[in-house]
């Protein structure tokens, strides 16, 4: 590389071949020089990603360490090893919008740290995206079901948590200590399910509830780098989704989580249409989606 690296993208991968290719092809139309981004992989599952994809100038791999570790951990090991003045997240098997980084790096150093909307994607279908306004908050965190990913600098970023939804809490840590609110790019990251998909597995809703009360107990504790002033809005955040999380469990008409959370918004969208004079009103606050 011959110019400064502007971003480090930050892969952990595991059992990830398939996919993984797709998500590397979309950081290149991110927007910016070849040389102004770095990507560096890191294998959780022993894999040597290296051979099977295409040598770039800016393609790094952290070396190899344990195996089925966690996305956190893999995530750690990466940022070890960045250099770029922000870090910007994508999993192996997810994908960036073409612009992703020209759209939300601008706004990263304007404002200190963005995020970027969340699409999701069902077997390359768009099923929902959020969250639906220009600022992030703890608040609509919590409400909406979804993780979303920022552009920060490499002195925020991390460390991650070797748990589940680490990356919500992540999420939530910056947001916390950046006053609870943050801005929205244009642009989305694309959340990729499929039939294999973690949200589908067996005893998805009982790991994922045990994970935010843990997450809830830690940041009242003090024990996050959730500021104290803080403390109280940020455990909500897990409060409000362990209730999302037990209505998705109570129901049988969705198979997936995230078909759930499309139909629960497309429910509050249609009651807030007053049945006698045919106008929208609003079903909760600007920018917030029910949670309960």
Known sequence: MTGAIAVSVIVPAYRAQAQIGRAIASVARCGLPADAVEII???DDGSDYAAILPDGPGLRFAPPGPVATGPGPARNRALALARGEFVACLDADDTWEAGYLAALLPLARATGLCFSETSVLQEGEGLLRLPGGARLDLETLGACGAS???VLPRNMAGPFAAAPS???????????????SAPVGPVAYELHLSAES??????????????????AARIR?????????????AAQVFEAKQLLNAAFAAQDRHATFY??????????GRA?????TGTLTPAFPAGHLPAG
């Open 41 to 43: 992989i890191a294998s």
């Open 198 to 215: 973690v949200t589908r597995a067996p005893g998805f809703c009982e790991r994922v509830a045990e994970a935010y009360a843990v997450h």
């Open 148 to 150: 979303f990913h920022a």
């Open 221 to 233: 504790s003090g024990q996050t780098r959730v500021p104290a002033a803080m403390a109280e809005r």
């Open 272 to 276: 807030a249409v007053s049945p006698s």
């Open 166 to 180: 680490q990356d919500v809490l992540h999420a939530v840590e910056v947001l916390a200590m950046t006053g609870g």
């Open 259 to 268: 078909g759930f959370v499309a139909s629960r918004i497309e429910e509050r």
